[in-house]
């Protein structure tokens, strides 16, 4: 999957706001919102801060628009800018020392057969997410949820390949480990 | 029973990968705080253009390639009056002498100009850190020899200058000739 563009029309979008047209820049915000907003929120474990890192992503994505060299990979340019302010973000919560924060608006769409097991589910998957180190949960995030390619992650991140390779074998081992555990209490 | 490592993982991503909705009020906060900056206004050709001209280049110099730019600056620095050498008042004109010394903690500018005193025309570093150091005298019509002194002791002449044959002093020097208006 990796972040594609849908279609051609990043390019075009790009070109219009660089053009002038700052109005065009809200297609590209809507289009990319709720999926950057999924890798925020479990990356912060909280809303708020991810909404913060959010928004401040695509304010300075539109600032440097003239530097993103490839419209037609607006989506992966984008998604490095959030996965920076991401760790800036996680980064200053860390010493307020907010580690996790339960986050109920996340826990929608009922797949289980009751909410209440779902909710318990997901809060026990956010709560051993947390416990990772942020450069794990970060690798195993661009991985396993949004299907990043090594490659694509590598650009993304500013690490290498093998070193993204090892973060998302320790990932599944931590949380593995972490969910064994909470199982037999 | 515990299921297998895979189908944990499984189920951990799929929890994971369900829709996260934000505050609906996002899109309108981005679009309000974008519109406090200027509007783009970069064509397609212009912005590759200037990315182009702006883009960092590495430039790995040889002593012989210090050489060779060193000699392009003196020549653009002789053959340009518009910008090198300028008219002055009384049929002067200004010459300006360029030369390549990286290692050098002082360079002076001596000829006939300025009776081969090397404390009337100290050269300048063209940047902090730069290689290349710039003089601009101005000169009356004649013919002028000239050299540079690095450190005050090693004699240069000018790479993209002609040699003085009339050297009385056994050291290289160069000549520069400037014609009257």
Redesign the interface.
């Known amino acids: 999957m990796g972040i594609h563009s849908v279609g051609t029309s990043d390019v075009d979008v790009v070109?219009r706001?660089?053009?002038?047209?700052?109005?065009a820049?809200?297609t590209l915000?809507?289009r990319y919102?709720?999926r950057l907003?999924?890798y925020a929120?479990?990356m912060l474990g909280n809303?708020e801060d991810?909404?913060e890192a959010?928004?401040d992503a695509?304010?300075r994505a539109?600032?440097s628009?003239?530097r993103c060299?490839d419209p037609a990979r607006f989506g992966a340019w984008l998604y490095g800018i959030l996965v920076n302010r991401c760790r800036t973000t996680g980064a200053r919560a860390a010493r307020r020392g907010r580690v996790f924060v339960r986050d109920e608006?996340?826990l929608?769409?009922v797949?289980h057969a009751s909410v209440a097991e779902q909710t318990e589910?997901?809060d026990v998957?956010c709560w051993?997410?947390a416990r990772l180190t942020p450069e794990y949960r970060e690798a195993f995030?661009l991985k396993?949820?949004e299907d990043l390619e090594y490659e694509e992650m590598a650009r993304v991140t500013g690490a290498g390949v093998s070193a993204l390779k090892m973060r998302v074998k320790r990932a599944?081992e931590q949380?593995?480990v972490i969910?064994?555990e909470a199982?037999r209490v | 029973m515990f299921e297998p490592d895979e189908e944990l993982i499984a189920r951990v991503v799929q929890q994971l990968r369900r829709p996260v909705t934000v505050d609906s009020g996002l899109d309108a906060r981005v679009m309000a705080q974008v519109g406090r900056f200027p509007a783009h206004r970069v064509g397609g050709t212009a912005r590759a253009a200037w990315r182009w001209l702006t883009r960092p280049r590495m430039v790995r110099l040889s002593p012989l390639g210090g050489l060779a730019i060193a000699a392009a600056f003196a020549i653009v620095a002789l053959a340009r009056p518009d910008r090198y050498s300028r008219t002055a008042p009384a049929g002067e004109r200004e010459f300006g002498f360029v030369v390549v010394a990286p290692r050098a903690a002082t360079v002076s500018l001596v000829g006939d100009f300025n009776d081969w005193d090397a404390a009337r025309t100290p050269m300048q570093r063209a940047g902090k850190q730069a290689s290349v150091w710039t003089a601009v005298l101005p000169l009356t019509p004649g013919r002028y020899r000239y050299a540079f002194l690095v450190d005050g002791v090693s004699w240069l002449a000018d790479p993209a200058a002609p040699a003085a044959r009339d050297d009385e002093f056994g050291t290289p020097s160069s000549v520069v000739t400037v014609g009257g208006s």
Do not use: P, S
Not at chain 1, 17 to 23: I, Q
């Open positions: 070109r706001v660089l053009g002038g047209d700052t109005a820049y809200a915000v809507a919102r709720d907003a999924r929120v479990h809303r991810a909404e959010l928004q695509f304010v539109y600032r628009l003239e060299d608006a996340a929608n769409g797949a589910g997901e998957v051993a997410l995030l396993h949820v599944r949380l593995q969910l064994r199982e």
